[in-house]
């Protein structure tokens, strides 16, 4: 299974921006146990926006709570990110991340990273 995301850009603080995660295989982005966004901003560490994990939900990272919305399309066989109200603040590489924990064979897979940044 590869990963693909698209979507990432120069952005002002307010806009909005939805980023994709193309999963290959299809029936993957249904099927997958959980699916995620994370991002790492410029000299820190990767941190969660987003899992949605199948049964249990969806989590969100405090920073982003109320802006941002993670949804699987079945039909697309693409894992979304929409994105609003952007602040500087959430300027970084967003990676897509796939994996089973142990209940499919899928075992912890990223994508390339997409870079989101928002500027005046």
């Known amino acids: 299974v590869q990963l693909v995301e698209t979507g990432g850009g120069l952005v002002q603080p307010g806009e909005s921006l939805r980023l994709s995660c193309a999963v290959s295989?299809?029936?993957?982005?249904?099927?997958?146990?959980?699916m995620g966004w994370f991002r790492q901003p410029p000299g820190k560490q990767r941190e969660l926006v987003a899992v949605h994990t199948n049964g249990r939900g969806t989590e969100y990272g405090d920073s982003v709570k109320g802006r941002v919305t993670i949804s699987r399309d079945g039909s697309a066989n693409t894992l979304y990110l929409q994105m609003n109200n952007l602040k500087p603040e959430d300027t970084a590489v967003y990676y897509c991340?796939?994996?089973?924990?142990?209940?499919?064979?899928?075992?912890?897979?990223w994508g390339q990273g997409t870079q989101v940044t928002v500027s005046s």
């Open positions: 991340n796939a994996d089973d924990h142990g209940m499919g064979p899928i075992d912890d897979i």
């Open positions: 295989q299809p029936g993957n982005v249904i099927r997958i146990y959980a």
